[in-house]
């Protein structure tokens, strides 16, 4: 079943009034009619009007409750992808960057966010950590607010068109497409031994993820742009040879918190593979752990409460922290709350309010871990998935003529 969001008109004891509605509430507007506040929908109405076939259509329902009369327009909500590789225990950057932001889409987009379990395998694992860092992970997703019944959440492996469409993906995608990739390319110009064939045709596979769902916007942090890029260009490439095959989409960046720094090494993003644990402030860390890390974090010798992320990069990432677990809060503001006042006390605003959200995370996390949820969300987030990627994966091996029947 997809959800829609409505322009509807409602009459209400009598009155019509303009409204707008997406789930179950919707607040009427002043525009013609007696309505104003917030009114709760009965939800089978709304599910009635939800079953109904998408695209544009006029409808009528009545009567509601006994007292409503209603005539509107539906249309569909537009699609969000997004995905995490639990390599390791996920932590604030990718909270802030990406985890918060699909929680705050869900309302308003139809949500897909899996856990990207073959990206995983890109770089050695040990299998028995990389299995309770994939429920972690899940936990998380769950923890920090993703709705199953607003999101669809599932693992990678779970949906096989993936491996299969990026199969197909690799061999449309060019080499020297995949040399400018700066994943590989770092890892290769640190002189890493040993580099997997997976680590660099791994983009291809993400551009998999992406187009077999045809998603309107793929919210990621700074870092995963580049990846987004190439999954546009291959895209608009197929669709210059098969025919129109895929939704070319749009990567969307936070404003704020778009690429969170290390603590310890502010020139360095914040990365589950810090290989000092010190500038990394994991979701489960313990809340002392977690206060230490902030109170450490490194500052500048300036000594002033400044937004300057080239020559303050360290404080202006404990502030791009404060105001990101803040809504946002400007930074002209964070600076005149600051001003005369040292780095002990930013630090100090910092590691309360990272405190409380992990606080907030971790009791979510333990009644989440301790129940049988994460198997349920999986099992039905991979049957929604399946049912939008298997007729998709069809469609693009036949445009490309590679099925006999
Ligand atoms: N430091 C960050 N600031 C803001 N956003 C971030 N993201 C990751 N780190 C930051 C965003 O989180 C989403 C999931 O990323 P990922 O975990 O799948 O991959 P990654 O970007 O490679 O994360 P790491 O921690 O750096 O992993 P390793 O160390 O394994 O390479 C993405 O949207 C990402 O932008």
Request: glycine share 8%; hydrophobic share 35%; net charge neutral.
């Amino acid at each position: 079943m997809r959800t829609y969001a409505f322009h509807i008109r409602l009459k209400r004891d009598g009155e019509w009034c303009d409204a707008v509605a997406g789930g179950i509430w919707w607040n009427p507007g002043a525009s013609s009619g007696n309505g104003s506040g917030e009114h709760r929908y009965p939800i089978k109405v709304i599910q009635r009007v939800l079953n109904k076939p998408g695209g544009t259509a006029q409808f009528i329902m009545r009567p509601v409750m006994g007292r409503f009369l209603c005539l509107g327009e539906e249309k569909s909500m537009k699609r969000m992808l997004s995905g995490i590789k639990p390599t390791g225990q996920l932590h604030l950057g990718n909270y802030i960057g990406a985890l918060s932001k699909f929680v705050s889409y869900q309302d308003e987009y139809e949500m897909i966010a899996f856990i990207a379990n073959l990206h995983c395998i890109t770089v050695p694992q040990d299998p028995e950590e990389l299995q309770r860092n994939l429920r972690d992970c899940v936990a998380l997703y769950l923890a920090c607010g993703l709705d199953p019944k607003k999101s669809t959440i599932f693992l990678q492996t779970d949906v096989k068109e993936h491996a299969q469409l990026g199969y197909i993906m690799c061999c449309h995608t060019y080499m020297g497409e995949l040399n400018r990739m700066t994943q590989f390319k770092d890892k290769q110009a640190h002189g890493e031994k040993n580099l997997s064939g997976g680590l660099y045709t791994y983009p291809a596979l993400m551009a998999a993820d992406i187009l077999i769902y045809d998603p309107d916007y793929v919210p990621v942090g700074e870092d995963q742009k580049q990846h987004v890029e190439l999954t546009r260009d291959v895209a608009i490439r197929m669709n210059n040879r098969y025919g129109n095959l895929f939704k070319v989409p749009e990567p969307l960046i936070p404003k704020v918190g778009a690429r969170v720094m290390s603590l310890s090494d502010p020139s360095k993003k914040m990365s589950k593979s810090d290989a000092t644990n010190k500038g990394c402030i994991y979701l489960l860390d313990d809340l002392k752990t977690a206060r230490k890390k902030v109170m450490s974090a490194k500052t500048d010798s300036l000594n002033q409460i400044k937004f300057d992320p080239e020559n303050q990069p360290g404080v202006a990432n404990l502030m791009q922290i404060l105001s990101s677990l803040s809504d946002n809060r400007p930074m002209a503001d964070i600076e005149a709350e600051f001003a005369g006042k040292g780095y002990g006390d930013l630090k100090r605003a910092v590691a309360d309010k990272v405190c409380a959200e992990l606080e907030m995370i971790q009791g979510r996390y333990n009644e989440i871990i301790a129940s049988s949820m994460i198997e349920d969300v999986l099992k039905e987030g991979a049957e929604k998935a399946r049912a939008m990627a298997q007729p998709k994966l069809a469609n693009i091996q036949r445009a490309i003529g590679m099925e006999i029947i």
